[in-house]
C-alpha cells in the first residue's frame, strides 16, 4: 500500500463488513444451481477431505458434503457461517465452518486432497497470497478449482459500473481478473500444474423488473450495499441509473416488466498441485 492508502488491517477490515453488510445468503440462493453444477463436474471421490474457501452459506460445502465428502469451510465474514451451519444441520449433514482469511488460511500444510472456492477467494486483495496458501494447504497433486468471475461477463461489467463511481482502494487488482485466463495462468504457474480454464455460462433469474433486481442487489448483497453507502444522494441516483441501464440492457426475459433473465458466465479453473513445488 502507498503512505497514503489505506493498510492492509484496514482493507481486511472492510471486506468483513462488506461480506456482512445486507445478506448474501439470498443472493446466494439464485446461484445455487449453477453451485451445484460446478461440484457435479468435479466428481470427487467420497471421503475427499475438501477445503471450501471463502464458503459464504455453503452452496460448495453442502453439495460436497452430501456427495460424501468430508469438508470444511472457511470465510471471513461470521454471519454467513452461522446460515452454513443451520443449512448443513437442517440436511444432517456433518461440515466443519471456520471463520478465517483465505490469506492465512488455519490449517495445516498439506491437509486437503482439493481445494474449492466460487466467487470467493478471487476477492482477496493479494493474489499472490491467496495462490501461496492454496497451495499451501493442497496435498501434491491435490486438486484446486476456483468459479472466478470474468470481465467480459455480466458480472464483471457490473463491478465495473460500481467501481467506476465508488473505486477500490489504490493497488488493489480489480478481482475479476482471476477470470482473465491470461492472468490466471500467470499466477497459478510455479505452485501449480495441468491448468486449465473453461467458461461456464450461468443464469441470474429473478422474478422482478431490472430496476427491482438492483434493488435486491443493494439491499442483499454487501458490495453493491456498501458502494452506494460511499456515495452522496446524487452519486447513488448515477449509480442506480447506470445499473439499471446494464441490467436493462442484458435482460432476455419474454416479459421485461416482471422478470430479469441475463445470461452470464465465469471462468472455471482446475489445477494440480505441483509436488515439486
Not at 458490495?223 to 452519486?235: C, I, N, V
Not at 446494464?246 to 458466465?265: F, K, Y
Request: hydrophobic share 45%; glycine share 10%.
Amino acid at each position: 500500500m502507498s503512505a497514503s492508502g489505506p493498510s492492509m488491517e484496514q482493507i481486511k477490515s472492510s471486506m468483513r463488513a462488506t461480506w456482512m453488510a445486507g445478506d448474501f445468503g439470498v443472493v446466494a440462493k439464485t446461484i445455487s444451481g449453477g453451485a451445484e453444477a460446478f461440484v457435479h463436474r468435479l466428481a470427487l471421490p467420497p471421503e475427499s477431505r475438501v477445503l471450501d474457501v471463502a464458503c459464504g452459506t455453503g452452496n460448495l460445502a453442502i453439495p460436497l458434503a452430501r456427495q460424501g465428502c468430508v469438508v470444511t469451510g472457511v470465510d471471513i465474514a461470521p454471519n454467513l457461517l452461522v446460515q452454513a451451519r443451520e443449512r448443513a444441520a437442517a440436511e444432517g449433514l456433518t461440515v466443519s465452518f471456520d471463520e478465517g482469511d483465505a490469506e492465512e488460511l488455519p490449517y495445516d500444510d498439506e491437509t486437503f486432497d482439493a481445494v474449492v472456492t466460487m466467487f470467493g477467494a478471487m476477492f482477496a486483495p493479494r493474489p499472490e497470497v491467496v495462490t501461496a496458501e492454496l497451495a499451501r494447504v493442497l496435498k501434491p497433486g491435490g486438486l484446486l478449482a476456483m468459479a472466478n468471475w470474468n470481465p467480459a461477463g455480466f458480472s464483471g461489467q457490473m463491478f465495473k459500473v460500481g467501481s467506476l463511481h465508488a473505486p477500490p482502494p489504490p493497488g488493489i487488482a480489480p478481482p475479476v481478473l482471476w477470470g482473465d485466463e491470461t492472468t490466471v495462468l500467470r499466477r497459478l504457474a510455479g505452485p501449480f500444474t495441468e491448468i486449465e480454464t473453461k467458461l461456464i455460462p450461468i443464469e441470474f433469474d429473478l422474478p422482478m423488473n431490472p430496476a427491482g433486481t438492483v434493488a435486491f442487489f443493494r439491499k442483499y448483497f454487501g458490495p453493491t450495499q456498501m458502494a452506494f453507502g460511499r456515495l452522496d444522494e446524487t452519486g447513488q441516483a448515477a449509480l442506480a441509473a447506470e445499473l439499471e441501464a446494464l441490467w436493462a440492457g442484458a435482460n432476455v426475459a419474454s416479459d421485461p416488466e416482471s422478470h430479469t433473465l441475463i445470461h452470464n458466465q465465469y471462468l472455471q479453473v482446475t489445477a494440480k498441485r505441483n509436488p515439486s513445488s
